[in-house]
């Protein structure tokens, strides 16, 4: 595989380098593997730490900045981050006000923002820990017990970080967080395998003509594979499970949030398609799309396929979702 890397030893840290002369406006701190927004700790607000494996990009260093995460925590390809980037990232952070970790639901995520919970406690800083669990197509999968946390997680740093940036106090806003997981479901479809920089092939077998329905971030297995579908079935497919979850805790009777994100290699072309499909799928079943975002946000290196979340917004949601944000892969309103 033809890859633009030096090797795959340093293929993180060059991408870090490259982050920070790109975006001086980040603390980038390569060796540590943290990636701070400069004014962290000014205006005495909640400071907001997430962080995962990479070849996620943007997730989630691209999204450090004003109104969305205070720091991110990127881990070696497809690997958790470790406590001491967790605890050095909350130390950088935090103002007096609290620190919200934003944690996926993958087990190595998990155990070690719990481990960098308990250190900073220690040291005197308050924690909270909000769970993204937002994937419908399987219970288990090989890197997590319960659902898997995908999509969602721009919608909880995104919201979340909007309140953190207006004041609000902790409590308030891992209470929006909560309330934005818990209202958002996705679905993934894989067109294709990703390639990791260590392996050099694709990380599974999915033969041509064929496409792995609900599959996740890491290419972990789907529901099931089935021949290669039109567009317009493929967003059937996808939204039913969505919107069936959904409505098994309540029924969806407002607007929408909606995300068609790409996994890395489905050019905007498809997926601006594919949010037609989508769309048209919604409005047939009566639901409303109050903000609409498509792109490639939470990514799975080369992979080609793409994801969809929804998520059932309140007017709060939708206020704290159109504030200001400027970060490396999402800005508007400023």
Known sequence: MKMLINSPETVVADALRGLAAAHPDLDVDVEARVVVRKDARQGGRVGLVSGGGSGHEPLHAGFVGPGMLSAACPGEVFTSPVPDQMLRAAKAVDSGQGVLFVVKNYTGDVLNFDMAAELAEEDGI????????????VTDSLYTAGRRGTGATLFVEKIAGAAAEAGAPLEQVAAVARRVNEASRSF????SACTTPAKGSPTFD???GELELGIGIHGEPGRERRPMMPAGEIAEFAVGAVLDDLANTAPIDGPVLALVNGMGATPLLELYGFHAAVARVLEARGVQVARALVGNYVTSLDMAGC??????????????WDAPVQTAALRWGR
């Open 126 to 137: 308050q924690v909270e820990r909000v769970l993204v669990n937002d994937d419908v197509a």
């Open 188 to 191: 993934g479809v894989a067109l």
């Open 206 to 208: 999915l033969p041509d």
């Open 307 to 320: 994801s969809v979340t929804l998520c059932r917004a309140d007017e709060e949601m939708l206020r704290l």
